[in-house]
Structure formats: C-alpha cells, structure tokens
T-cell receptor, first 115, second 114 residues
Framework: DAGVIQSPRHEVTEMGQEVTLRCKPI?????LFWYRQTMMRGLELLIY????????DSGMPEDRFSAKMPNASFSTLKIQPSEPRDSAVYFC?????????????FGSGTRLTVV | SQKIEQNSEALNIQEGKTATLTCNYT??????LQWYRQDPGRGPVFLLL?????KEKRKERLKVTFDTTLKQSLFHITASQPADSATYLC?????????????FGRGTSLIVHP
C-alpha cells in the first residue's frame, strides 16, 4: 500500500479564496482524521470519520471549514473563504479500529500558506 | 483542564547513549498511550502503543514505560544513532466521555550527535 496520500503537498493562495485539500486513506482503514499542525498549537484534531460518517467535528475552527468523505477512499477538507491565520500544515491520517491497535498512519501533509 | 506536557527544549545526546524522553499528563485517565516520530516536512510515524495495564513495552531499541500513578510515560532509545534525530510526540486518549481518539503532545526534539 502506498500509505495515506495527500494532495497538494504545498498550496499558496490569496486571502478570500477557496482551498480544497484532498486525502486518500489506506484501503481497509475505517477511520479517517484531519489534523492541523502549527508551531503555536501543535497537532490539533479538526474532524474524524468512521466508515465515511463524520463523528466529531468539534475541532473545526469555524464555519469556513468543511469536510466530506463521499466514499471509503477519498476525503476533502475545504476552507472557504481562506484567511492568513489558516496557514498551517494539514495532515490526514487513517486507522483501523480508531488506532487502539496499530496507531494512526499519517500522510505527508499539505502546507497551506494564505497571503 | 487536561494537559499533556513534553519538554519543549531539545534533547542533545551523544551517539551510543540512551535517550530518554518524558510525557507527563494531568486530568486524564488514559486507557492507552502512543508514541510517534516526526521528521521535518513529514507526517508523524507510529512507533509504539502501551495500555494502562502494561508497565513496559519494547520494540528493538525502543522501550516505553507507562506509570498511571505518576501520570507519566518515558520513551527510551538505547544505543542512539544520528538517524534517530527527530521530534517525538506522545498521544493519549481522553479516557472519558466515550471518545477514545487521542490527543497529541507538542513533542520533544531529539538531536543525536556523532
């Protein structure tokens, strides 16, 4: 398996634009997570899905953020409109049974810069 | 409030020595704790998971201890190598409220000098 695949690796956008981040989890994993990492706040959970269903989105900072998982092999995180304070590295991770057996597998992340 | 503490200062050690990293927590009753390694520009990589009823777990040169009385986990790398240089994060589940999705500490940077 190629692991968790995220795209794009880098994204630079202007304030106010829509940004869409993409993730392909590991085949067979039933949980998918979106995290954001910054120097100030570390790694923060934004939202997670179980069997494609959103379970907890309490970490989503504002209504400008939305996430979908239309099928078991694809998820998106959308920011509309984007703001400079959204600049961070966004990670997608997947796991089997919530990570209580083998932990999480993370993608390489998307570095988002909003100017 | 719940808090996970990892030393924010980098740990510098000489090659061949044992590196010991600490993860302290307050106001948690975690059922398990995980350790991850993160290299610059990469996502965290899972290393080890230890459960509350396990005192110690080993994997090759890695050893993790979990003391629920002290509310502390120690992560050891024996015979350290420059290739072990990275940031190491601990993650523990909240232990209450039905959600077992772990929360991550900020990580400690390890630098192994040749």
């Amino acid at each position: 398996d190629a692991g968790v695949i995220q795209s794009p690796r880098h994204e630079v956008t202007e304030m106010g634009q829509e940004v869409t981040l993409r993730c392909k989890p590991i085949s067979g994993h039933d949980y998918l997570f979106w995290y954001r990492q910054t120097m100030m706040r570390g790694l923060e959970l934004l939202i997670y899905f179980n069997n494609n269903v959103p379970i907890d989105d309490s970490g989503m900072p504002e209504d400008r953020f939305s996430a979908k998982m239309p099928n078991a092999s694809f998820s998106t995180l959308k920011i509309q409109p984007s703001e400079p304070r959204d600049s961070a590295v966004y990670f997608c991770a997947s796991s089997l049974q919530g990570g209580t057996l083998y932990g999480y597998t993370f993608g390489s992340g998307t570095r988002l810069t909003v100017v | 409030s719940q808090k996970i503490e990892q030393n924010s200062e980098a740990l510098n050690i000489q090659e061949g020595k044992t590196a010991t990293l600490t993860c302290n927590y307050t106001n948690y009753s975690p059922a398990y704790l995980q350790w991850y390694r993160q290299d610059p520009g990469r996502g965290p990589v899972f290393l080890l998971l230890i459960r509350e009823n396990e005192k110690e777990k080993r994997k090759e040169r890695l050893k993790v201890t979990f003391d629920t009385t002290l509310k502390q986990s120690l992560f050891h790398i024996t015979a350290s190598q420059p290739a072990d240089s990275a940031t190491y994060l601990c993650a523990l589940d909240p232990g209450t409220g039905g959600s077992y999705i772990p929360t991550f500490g900020r990580g400690t940077s390890l630098i192994v000098h040749p």
